[in-house]
């Protein structure tokens, strides 16, 4: 059974920096396309990152320049860094994963058939 677990969440300042992690475990065969999602009470679940097999990333406007992910095969981990935080960052954290080496639509939530329970980040003003 695939699985995907995140870590890292945390509160911080605004300003400050935090880094998320996911471990995959499991039939990790071909699930290339990997994402982090966030949803905050009240609103919908949004992608913040993404990366496919080649290593193509995909960021909203809201965070591309503050925000990078990156895959470690090695450890079968993926990384959201996060910088220059906001108080909008608020939200808890999810990783996603699915098939394929990229999809259409890498942003979008209904892309991805595997996801993780969440972390959670505060970010305070």
């Known amino acids: 059974q695939f699985k995907l677990v995140e870590s890292g969440g945390d509160s911080v300042q605004a300003g400050g920096s935090l880094r998320l992690s996911c471990v995959y475990s499991?039939?990790?065969?071909?699930?290339?396309?990997m994402a982090w999602f966030r949803q905050a009470p009240g609103k919908e679940r949004e992608g913040v990152a993404a990366?496919?097999?080649?290593?193509?990333?995909s960021y909203p406007e809201a965070v591309k320049g503050r925000f990078t992910i990156s895959k470690d095969h090695a450890k079968n981990t993926l990384f959201l860094e996060m910088n220059t935080l906001k108080p909008e960052d608020t939200a808890m954290y999810y990783c996603?994963?699915?098939?394929?080496?990229?999809?259409?639509?890498?942003?979008?939530?209904?892309?991805?058939?595997?996801w993780g329970q969440g972390t959670q980040v505060t970010v305070s003003s």
């Open positions: 996603a994963a699915e098939y394929g080496a990229r999809v259409p639509d890498p942003l979008r939530r209904s892309t991805y058939t595997t």
């Open positions: 499991g039939d990790t065969v071909t699930r290339d396309c």
């Open positions: 990366i496919d097999r080649y290593g193509s990333t």
